[in-house]
């Protein structure tokens, strides 16, 4: 299946997805696998074929993700940001992201990183208790997370994201609010907080099935008001449910896919929205790599969006978010009722969740989609 993008639909956001991590985490259900160093390598030359034959791509933000994109050989990692530089406009660039995993950080890497660009790092430390990262089969402990930020301070990085989890299976009040202290202490200019979610696929959601793990809306709820609160003391701005910056420091090519703007996504299993239409590349490195060499599309499921459909991810995207949603295209008795019930609030054109809103936004999606 061949998807052609017009040369007047400057698609200005980038996704790429490496899917290869040097451990499987079994709560995780992104497309990755644990390749060997051959598929690794020709994989790479799989991409940078797909970056050559992607037309009409003028970033302002790219996103390197996964997967681990940092568990490539610095060698790797060079031919694949040489190739991003030869084949694509980068004049405009504002953000570049790469998913970093603490096991996997060196100070080469993070040199590397900066020389060709990268200016934005997305840290995957998830929580700063040896026992939980234990219990979340993480490959790094606490102590090499913490030496992976300063690796990346050393090496210039101002833009710092880290990555944590909560609500995991028998996390205490006290390692939440741990984590989140240590957190702060680093002075990162962004946080990213998940609440666990047990996936399709995945060991962690087997276990919860047998009744190993459990999950409770009330302690996900004060999971997060906890996080709300220490980190809005500590000076950042909570922008989206799962999501804090400093001021000057929300993540655009996040913010750019809320608000519904189109992106092109590259490599294994990535989505590309523009316009009407959206399709996604095969889940499978494998046939990635055959087709792009057999000069064939990478693309495995093509469709045409609806308006309705368009209106459904808007609502449920922007409402996370601090801007919120125009009000208007709500039902108006609907949003009546919810700020009634302090939920929502409305500031002129446009409603957003309030504080209590925040702690329940998915019964609060549920309503108004
Ligand atoms: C693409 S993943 C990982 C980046 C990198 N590979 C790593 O693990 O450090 C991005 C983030 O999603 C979050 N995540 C992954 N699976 C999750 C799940 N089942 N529930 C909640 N958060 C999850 C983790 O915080 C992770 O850092
Ligand atoms: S959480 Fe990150 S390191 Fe773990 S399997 Fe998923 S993508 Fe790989």
């Known amino acids: 299946m061949k998807v052609e993008m017009k040369s007047s639909d400057t698609v200005r956001h980038l996704y790429v997805h490496f899917p290869f991590c040097a451990r499987i985490c079994p709560y995780c259900a992104f497309y990755k696998t644990r390749g060997n160093a051959v598929e690794v390598g020709r994989f790479c030359e799989a991409l940078v074929r797909e970056v050559q034959g992607s037309s009409a791509l003028l970033p302002s933000t790219i996103y ?14 060079e031919v694949i940001l040489s190739a991003f530089h030869q084949r694509l406009d980068l004049s405009e660039l504002k953000e570049w992201t790469i998913e970093a995993n603490p096991g996997s950080v060196s100070a080469r890497k993070a040199a590397l990183l900066k020389k060709f660009g990268v200016n934005r790092i997305s840290l995957g430390v998830q929580s700063w208790d040896n026992d939980l990262l234990n219990l979340l089969g993480r490959e790094h402990n606490a102590a090499q997370a913490e030496e992976s930020f300063r690796i990346f301070r050393d090496a210039g990085f101002s833009n710092i994201s880290i990555d944590l989890m909560f609500a995991l299976p028998g996390q205490t009040e006290r390692q939440w609010r741990d984590s989140l202290q240590k957190t702060i202490t680093l002075e990162p200019e962004h946080i990213s907080t998940y609440c666990l979610t047990y996936e399709e696929d995945t060991e962690f959601l087997a276990r919860f099935e047998r009744g190993e793990f459990s999950v409770d809306d009330d302690r996900e709820a004060g999971f997060l008001e906890m996080a709300m609160i220490m980190l809005e003391r ?60 057999a000069n064939e599309a990478p693309v495995v499921s093509a469709e045409r969006l ?64």
């Not at 993700?65 to 050989?73: D, E, H, I, S």
């Not at 209106?311 to 922007?318: M, N, Q």
């Open 64 to 77: 390197f993700g996964g997967g681990t994109p940092t568990a490539l050989k610095t060698s790797q990692l």
């Open 234 to 293: 500590a000076g950042y701005e909570h922008y989206e449910i799962s999501n804090y910056a400093r001021p000057g420091f929300r993540s655009e090519h996040n913010q750019a896919y809320w608000r519904g703007a189109d992106y092109v996504g590259l490599g294994p299993s990535a989505f590309s929205t523009r316009g009407f239409e959206r399709w996604q590349n095969i889940a499978d490195h494998h046939e990635y790599t055959r087709r792009l060499f």
């Open 306 to 369: 609806t308006p309705e459909m368009k209106r459904t991810e808007r609502i449920a995207l922007g409402l996370r978010t601090c801007e919120g949603i125009v009000a208007h295209t709500l039902e108006q008795n609907q949003v009546n009722e919810l700020v009634r019930h302090g939920l929502l609030v409305r500031r002129e054109s446009r409603v957003s969740l309030t504080r209590t809103g925040r702690l329940v936004a998915d019964s609060v999606a549920a309503e108004v989609l």
